[in-house]
């Protein structure tokens, strides 16, 4: 007979954003107990984290256990009181031969223990376990630490309470419903607990709680925004959507305004007209069944009001001073204040003045990019840094590349946000990175393990991004500077881009990164022509052959220097290979390859390189050296792994 | 409907009911009820102790001339600390809005991330802000260190808005609009605050005169610190509350410095240093103190 398990660990309201997380590893936790089940499934609200399993043993197996005694030759005391500890009569041992001699031993019977017993000694540990970015005491210095107070346990096994103690609560088999609509304490079984719950005003499933949102505002164009949905899902036990209003009027305001408003401050979804335009409407999802007295809806509409008059209070009071006036008080403004008297956002823009060069947009732009950091509204609402500066630019004037940089120059602000629009947008974002970069690298801000405070890694990528994707003529070393460490952590993320994002062979890309990786958009196609070429069939073995060579290479210590002298190259396959490498040079590689392979084979097949004669040996690896200069251009295909 | 101050009685009578000490407003500017030393010195410790109180909260650079229908220079706090937090600290809570009249089975309520932090403090905590039908009505904290200490017992904050609150009742968009008393708005009562400190904080501080205030402030909280001797037999008639006086002045000081625009760059970390080390250390010596005197 195997029984049903239940765990819910009742808790005060989990930040949304780390549920998902938080039950995987609850997952793996449990199955880390190695007690058999044969199926786990995982549930959550804000205020519950549930494991139930299905096919759990009553029992482990029992087993046994040989226990060994003294040896054969030990006075019989000492044989007797090995029995009585062991709880038998000495006519029960036998007798047992090891490597080392006869010893008495006793096969002792283990009977399996309880699953019931295992759990409860298992259960507070695996609890306390769940990994959560950020924890918490609340019992008192020195006690438990929890994302949230864990303020009751049901822990069920069969009908069974398996019982246990954490954090002065004791496990039981009551559950608590929603905080208004249901009870405080219910009593559950296992089958019952999900309905019972659901009486209580508990949707227990995300997946289920997701299908009534969307469900039900199905009757309003929203703009989709499934990272908000997810959230919505996770920070209600029984959500209910509701469509709000607001005036018209607001709709001059720039529909990014409107939108962050409503997205980041409100979670309120947009919504769209038949043309795809911003309506003046909003979704909002709620914790309860129904807004019956219309309460709900007029408070998150008086919110809203507020909020956009707010926004349009700072909008017009903003456009009191232009940018171009603002840029001084960028000088009151901190970068990092680790440069001390560079780390003004003043200083920041003139190093990136100094980087652009002369090109009058982008310099113009980068003037003006920080210069919205002074503005209420940008105060207000920081994640419209850069948008709101050009918004600004363009009611101020500003030319359509000017402001459409400046507009841009955070992106791209993620793998799935887009790069800036335009090659000034590209310059001034690419300045703005690689001064951040350069900064904070400067002076040690090195990014180590999972911290990085100040988004380098984002910063990075952006920059190999805009480079590659933006084809930027720009050589990525010389904007780097001569900083080691940060030369190498742009490698880290040259390799990662064109691996992970990119989907290329890791041994692709170490190939032809090998080759150089100073123009990023060269590197791609390069990358692209080695992807082509690898199927083909004389690809692997040259490769394994530039291996070869590279490894007689490094033996001999050969770095060239030596002129080939084509008269001491010996008749046959290695004159032939000469000839054959002479007359491709300087040709794709693409063409060369079919050609070069059986030269190259035969040269090793009938040619030994180490020959006795130092200068034929010597002649011999100036030919394999420009052998591999020559067509390693591409890539070092030395790097590549081959099957052979 | 209630008014603004019936609010506030009905709030303080519901948390008497719990065993709350009532305090009335402390007569020193803050920009938070947390720096009162009903909270910042109480929650150190081990022992329990429980309190509620009104705090006037002065944030000189939220000053908008009374021009602004949702921000002031000074705001009302209900401030309650529950020393240790009760299991059901968040039924408590909620309890203490439908005493003021909201139904929680017609509104909606949630509780969103998020932690607080207070620099100049060295105290930071765990929680959420209370979201009533999209309005952020409260803050809810486990604080988890104060003066850079970790608590001996978890108190719970709960911070009020009492401005949103009521014009949250009240359906008003504006807050100057509350009604304060029968017969007094909002405005009528505060108005020429908002718009005097504005101006002064803005327009007409003397720069000069409030940094030599600052230094004054914070030559005698360091003098008084620096005479405070653990060892001492007499050390538990210490004037450590006077000189916690003294920080709270600075903090002020340099809010309304920072609102006139006059800290650089440079200077506003070095500022906030400064009066992080004095705090901390009124938080250290204040635990030394009074762990003495429990023994």
């Not at chain 1, 080695?530 to 490769?543: G, M, S």
Request: aromatic share 10%.
């Amino acid at each position: 007979m195997t029984l049903p398990f239940l765990l819910e660990i009742g808790t005060e309201e989990i930040p949304d954003w780390m549920i998902p997380t938080a039950l995987e590893n609850l997952r793996m936790l449990f199955e880390k107990t190695g007690i058999p089940h044969e199926s786990v499934q995982l549930d959550a609200t804000p205020r519950r984290l549930v494991l139930r399993a299905e096919g759990l043993p009553e029992r482990q197996p029992d087993s046994e256990e040989r226990v060994m005694g003294p040896a054969k030759a030990a006075p019989a005391q000492a044989v007797a009181g090995f029995a009585r500890k062991q709880g038998i009569p000495v006519e029960s041992l036998t007798i047992e031969v090891t490597p080392k001699g006869e010893y008495y031993s006793f096969l002792k019977k283990v009977a399996g223990r309880r699953s019931k017993d295992i759990l409860a000694e298992a259960l507070p540990n695996v609890i306390l376990q769940i990994y959560f970015p950020k924890t918490m005491y609340w019992t008192g210095k020195g006690g438990p630490r929890f994302i949230r107070p864990i303020r009751w346990i049901v822990a069920l096994l069969g009908e069974d309470i398996v019982p246990f103690e954490l954090a002065g609560v004791r496990s039981g088999a009551l559950t608590s419903g929603h905080r208004r609509l249901g009870a405080r304490e219910i009593v559950i079984t296992i089958p019952e607990y999900e309905r019972r719950l659901r009486d209580h005003y508990v949707i227990l499933s995300a997946e289920e709680r997701r299908r009534k949102i969307t469900e039900e505002m199905a009757g309003v164009k929203i703009k989709p925004d499934p990272a908000l949905l997810e959230t919505l899902v996770y920070i209600t036990e029984f959500p209910t959507p509701i469509t709000g209003s607001f005036d018209t009027q607001f709709l001059e305001l720039p529909e990014e305004v409107l939108v962050t408003v409503m997205r980041h401050h409100q979670k309120y979804f947009s919504v769209e007209d038949s043309e795809g335009k911003l309506a003046p409407q909003f979704v909002a999802v709620m914790n309860i069944d129904a807004d019956r007295e219309g309460f709900v809806r007029r408070g998150n509409e008086r919110v809203l009001r507020a909020r956009f008059n707010d926004a349009r209070f700072f909008w017009e009071t903003d456009q009191k001073k232009k940018l171009a006036d603002r840029i001084d008080d960028l000088r009151a403004v901190t970068f990092l204040k680790d440069l001390k008297e560079q780390g003004s956002y003043h200083d920041k823009i003139e190093r990136m003045v100094a980087l652009l060069g002369d090109d009058a947009h982008a310099v113009r732009a980068a003037r003006l990019c920080k210069c919205d950091l002074t503005t209420e509204l940008v105060k207000e609402f920081t994640e419209l840094q850069g948008v709101v500066g050009g918004l600004y630019a363009r009611v101020q004037g500003e030319p359509e590349p000017v402001w459409q940089a400046i507009y841009d120059h955070y992106k791209p602000e993620s793998m799935e946000d887009a790069i800036p629009r335009h090659r000034t947008g590209q310059l001034v974002s690419l300045a703005d990175k690689v001064d951040t970069l350069r900064s904070c690298f400067g002076v040690g801000l090195i990014p180590t393990g999972s911290k990085d405070p100040y988004a380098l890694r984002r910063a990075a990528q952006g920059v190999v991004r805009i480079l590659v994707e933006g084809k930027v003529d720009l050589p990525i070393r010389s904007l780097l500077g001569d900083n080691p460490q940060l030369i190498e952590f742009v490698e880290d993320r040259v390799r990662f881009y064109f691996r992970d994002i990119r989907g290329f062979k890791y041994d692709e890309v170490n190939a032809a990164m090998a080759a150089g990786w100073n123009d990023l958009k060269d590197l791609e196609a390069r990358l692209i022509r080695v992807q082509r070429l690898r199927p083909t069939a004389d690809f692997e073995p040259l490769a394994a052959a530039f291996k070869r060579i590279k490894n007689i290479l490094r033996q001999a210590s050969f770095t060239g220097g030596v002129t080939l002298d084509p008269a001491l190259l010996e008749a046959g396959p290695e004159r032939d290979l000469h000839h054959e490498a002479q007359a491709l040079a300087g040709q794709p590689i693409e063409g060369a390859i079919s050609r070069l392979r059986p030269k190259v084979d035969l040269f090793f097949d009938k040619v030994l390189v180490n020959a006795p004669d130092e200068r034929i040996r010597q002649n011999r690896l100036m030919l394999l050296y420009t052998l591999s200069q020559e067509f390693s251009r591409v890539a070092d295909f030395s790097e590549i792994v081959t099957n052979s | 409907m209630p008014s603004f101050q019936e609010i506030i009685f009905k709030l303080k009578k519901y948390w008497a009911d719990r065993g709350c000490i009532i305090q009335e407003p402390y007569d020193i500017e803050v920009g938070a009820g947390t720096m009162v030393s009903e909270t910042f010195l109480r929650v150190l410790g081990p022992k329990p102790y429980s309190v509620a109180y009104v705090q006037p909260s002065r944030r000189p650079a939220d000053g908008r001339y009374g021009d602004n229908p949702n921000r002031l220079y000074k705001h009302s706090q209900l401030q309650v600390i529950l020393k240790p937090s009760p299991d059901d600290v968040i039924e408590q809570y909620l309890g203490s809005l439908e005493a003021i009249g909201i139904d929680l089975r017609a509104h909606d309520i949630k509780l969103e991330e998020d932690n607080w932090e207070a620099p100049t403090l060295g105290a930071w905590g765990i929680g959420w802000q209370v979201m009533l039908d999209g309005l952020e009505i409260s803050q809810f904290t486990y604080f988890q260190q104060c003066g850079g200490i970790d608590l001996d017992l978890v108190p719970a904050e709960l911070t009020y808005g009492l401005e949103r609150l009521t014009a949250f009742l009240q359906v008003k968009d504006s807050v100057y609009d509350i009604e304060w008393a029968p017969g007094y708005s909002y405005g009528d009562v505060r108005y020429q605050d908002e718009l005097q400190y504005s101006v002064y904080n803005f327009e007409m501080a003397e720069i000069a005169t409030l940094w030599k205030l600052f230094e004054l402030h914070e030559a005698e909280a360091s003098r008084l610190l620096k005479a405070y001797n653990p060892k001492s037999s007499e050390k538990k008639r210490f004037p450590l509350l006077p000189t916690y006086d003294q920080v709270l002045k600075c903090s002020n000081l340099f809010n309304t410095l920072d609102s006139r625009g006059a800290i650089s760059v440079t200077e506003r970390q070095a500022v906030i240093q400064r009066v992080r080390k004095l705090a901390v250390g009124v938080a250290n010596a204040w635990v030394d103190q009074q762990s003495e005197q429990s023994s």
